[in-house]
């Protein structure tokens, strides 16, 4: 097979061969985009069932230059890397063949996120294949960079888990706060997280210019959080109007109180060498704080944070792409960080201003 | 002069005369609707410096059919009731003129909130008439309806406060938090809530699709909350895609665990004889919680709650229209009280479905 | 069976009795919203297969208040005037069960709004109950007031086909075109025109701020227009980002050049007794032609009009709410025409401002 | 001075000097992130007299990782290529020094877009340069790549124009249409295309959800499209709710009927060799036609097409994002073909999916 994309980038260079499970979803699409113009990965394939050799711009407008249909997901390219963008559940199903096909697996569904078969039993559903659970390596190199490097199994982490994560780990890491702090999380998210499903409540009609509450106890993505960080967060997630992008509200209380000056010592030591981490913090100007739409489309996070002097609150802000460094970009990222490429390769779209509500 | 808007409805029995000061601002706007409307009130007078003499259709839209123009706000026809929507500050250096011109004057700015002048110089600036402060009372019956009764000085309450103080009331009343609780509010907003100015921030460009923090800490109305409910919240406001609206979510730890009966019963308590107040806690359909959309141009507040196991926190949330039940609304509601009219009169309209991002 | 909707208004005198079947769509739920706040009709039944036996607040929030449950369209309570809006081709089958149950069926639906059968089968499948096309009577009472007294069937407009008439009616009357002038008509809509259903065109993700041309030709209000202004119009319909609301520019050449004098004669001899008409043409402000967001919630048409002084081109605007002026609004507006009430009863709200996209 | 961007791209190569004037406009600021990313550009200096000595991404949250400051316009650098972004009537008055400091320059506004001083006046006021209307060269290669190699005044085209030309252009070279035949062109924008600006009519709150005719008759980008296709319009423009894009649609009447093989044979020859235009004209999936929200942040327009059997009418789509094909992005491409590069450095970003309403 040849390769695609060459209308929209000169990757002739790229060698490594890179599939895509699941393609037709949203994240699919996303994945199909990076892959096409990222400098190293050649993209083979890309499955969907639904959608069997149409091509991938039918369904994706803007992948309408790229020269590769969908195929059969049940017939797999041997390639280098296979990326499976599926539903909860499908991977662990066909991990076996994912390993057959290829020698690296990064998966963006919840079923390898978590360390232990009980954790995954307490959040979700019997685990099928739990002895995998080891070897898979969480995918936010902000996290998890030392154990990426040869990584074979990839799990790239829920979107709000991580905007959450972003945002607190460096009261963490900096001794701010410990798991007997109350930390509670407001998340706000776009309709894209929800997939390119459907369904009355997301139809246009319902679902424009809510603030709903979609999660407001026991969201599953608690178990990442709890898992990385050691904290045990009140976490509710409300809807609004837009379609990328998760912007999380960290209200934390810690033990002592903390200054200005600790917080932003925290978090210039944890953020100073990340690429992808943008720290705004007040200052001039319209955008003052994180904003989602800064990095619609984008693989950045911006993070930011400011201290209540009535109470001792720190309130930490965090804005990502859901669908990016929530998901396909978080992906990518780890695959570059795997496979010795580039950090930052294909992932340098830094963003548009000004944009409405992408 | 004659009264006007008899040909959108027929109020050829309203006796009680109105005007409104600061007529072409978003809130004065909404007062005029409401007044020519209203079954007891006769709008008499609509003043705006800026828009002398043009119709009031001319700057709102809705009004296009009502017969009455702007007029100098220094030339105060001789009224009854006096709606008064002018920036902080205004009204307090008016008062005087006010009460020359009507026997009841409803104040939507901040100007007479607070009880005392030292509460006042806390969270604004000098306060011209402190003397006022003891007369007036707070608009939202829901909170103060005993001492409505012929007040003669009536001051609507903020919209955020507003909001938050409905959704954490009936715990307060009903003994299941006390200030020694940590409470933390998240709220969200729509555009109107910075009024009818402008400015970069505000431009359709430049605010669309944000999930902005603009009062990440201090916000003014938390001087409200604590006033009226003894409660001292987090308290964090995002803008969001909406024009109008007000969501608050609270996120509150009671000293001891509650039950999901305990929670009924006090919002129950609270509530169940409210024409204003809808309680949305759970169910089936696309709406669960409490929407702002579902009551955006009404004067009816949603109010909903969760509970949650991992920790006993008590989740919040309210849903209000900020130009509404949030200011304007609340004082029409207020002045219904005052006067001794149907609690209900003129604010009769229950909202749209499907409707976008109002 | 008691009235519903005694908290909501106090239509206590109310003694027409109605019904509404497909009570759970969008328009079946503003014509629900609009008859139990209505002074004469008594809303009795509202009728849904799905949602049977639930509240119609559960699908309607704006209805949480009313105190009515969906019941099954098979078993009809016997009216006074029935109001039907199922999907098209559902009424023709059902029409004499409706006429068992009612003495007055007001359609929302296509199958009665053509004259012939002839014409209906050009633009529509075969029609089962050819016998009622005659004795329909169409409902914008602006077109077809004087045959509406005492109509026993009366089909509601198509809104595309409600926003392009009201535009372009006033230069047919005028006499400053005919059936040999080239009329183009450009019409903007929002995604409620779709009605409740669904599916991944319709989903936020993909819906949210599109400009889509989603009948480019051949739409099938056409046959409306040239029944009832005998223009031949090229018409081509694109979905924008709002829930309400059809905007429609018509782009007209005429014979003969007119002027802007003309212009005025014509649209004041139309409307200027017309009580949900309101001319907008230029002037200063914001708002200086028609907007659809500016009589959202309405049974309000806004009408207006420039001159090309480059090529004599009429340009018409005319903005409507497509479910209230286009729809259920229209339906109820005729009832009360064909029934002998106050033309504007249960009509009167005039709309919102500031207002998103509504 | 250094170079910028090389955290966000490695142009280490880049040798050309680049500068842009009014660089905290938004044009001026796609102009910066085309820029800081392009193989061949070293943007050297941004200037913005409001914004003086502060960062790039102050003003431009999508380039907070851009080390640039805007400097003082009346202090240039000298460069090879200067991008001017200045309000109508700023370039003609400082072109020449403009040309003192660089080799080339590409002008964003209006003054040179046309051939000569009549044409200018007729549309605009008093020209201050004429004797540069003939040196320039229209940006736009679809139209006019021949001309633009080596050229050194550009004259970025505007973007209702650019829309409107790129989806008629085929007709009129396919000789399917020529000056006789009736054009009606109704564009819809976003609000992208006022600038950063403000104003009331501009504020979110008034903006959200409009249809609003803004330019009914009389817009000056008719002229140029005369100029380049001989074709008088009746052009009317409407605001919509998204920030970036235009999307303009033609309603054509051909003297002789035309059939759909001719308009694919005509649209593919017109643009199988252009790099930057995609067909879309029918087919299934979501996405029929041309669509601005998949077009957002690139420099690609969609066009495609309909014929209407029952008039001959040829409708005609066409949907670019404004600020990128319609200005900035156009450009840059006009500057590559200029300079020999390879036509599309700097311009392979091929959009978003899903997104909302960009």
């Known amino acids: 097979m040849s390769s695609v994309g060459d209308d929209a980038e000169t990757d002739t260079e790229a060698t490594t061969r890179a599939g895509v499970v699941g393609a037709s979803g949203f994240t699919g699409g996303e994945l199909c985009r990076l892959l096409t113009a990222h400098p190293e990965f050649d993209l083979v394939q890309a499955t969907s069932r639904e959608y069997e050799n149409k091509t991938v711009g039918s369904v994706h407008p803007n992948l309408r230059g790229v020269d590769l249909r969908f195929s059969d997901p049940t017939d797999l390219e041997s390639v280098d890397t296979l990326f499976t963008a599926t539903p909860h559940g499908v991977s662990m199903e066909h991990v076996d063949e994912f390993f057959e096909a290829a020698d690296t697996v990064v998966d963006l569904s919840a079923d390898f996120r978590l360390d232990t078969e009980e954790q995954y039993d307490e959040w979700y559903d019997g685990h099928v294949a739990p002895e995998y659970l080891e070897k898979a390596e969480y995918a936010l190199p902000e996290l998890n960079r030392e154990n990426l490097t040869g990584a074979e199994l990839i799990a790239s982490g829920g979107c709000n888990a991580t905007a959450t994560m972003l945002g607190l780990k460096p009261l963490v890491d900096g001794g701010l706060i410990d798991s007997n ?11 894209s997280e929800g997939g390119a499903g459907g369904g009355a409540a997301s139809s246009h009609a319902e679902r424009s210019g809510v603030v709903r509450p979609y999660a407001p106890t026991g969201h599953r993505h608690e178990a990442e959080i709890e898992q990385f960080l050691g904290l045990s967060t009140a976490f509710t997630v409300h809807a609004v109007d837009m379609v990328r992008g998760a912007s999380a509200t960290g209200h934390v209380f810690p033990g002592e109180r903390v200054t200005k000056g600790d917080l932003w010592s925290a978090y210039r030591d944890a953020y100073e060498d990340e690429p992808f981490v943008r720290l705004v913090a007040g ?10 739409k800064a990095v619609a489309g984008t693989n950045y996070a911006e993070v930011g944070f400011e201290l209540d002097p009535a109470n001792g609150r720190i309130v930490v802000f965090s804005a990502i792409d859901n669908m990016m460094k929530g998901s396909a970009g978080q992906a990518v990222h780890a695959a570059n960080v795997a496979l010795g490429f580039e950090e930052t390769a294909g992932l340098e779209f830094g963003g548009l201003h000004p944009v409405g509500a992408p």
Chains 1, 2, 3, 4 share one sequence.
């Not at 702090?181 to 309709?191: C, F, Y």
């Not at 200052?283 to 989602?292: K, Q, W």
Request: aromatic residues 10%; without cysteine.
């Open 181 to 191: 702090d109350r930390v509670v999380v407001d998340v706000k998210v776009g309709s």
């Open 283 to 292: 200052g001039g100007g319209v955008y003052r704080y994180p904003e989602p």
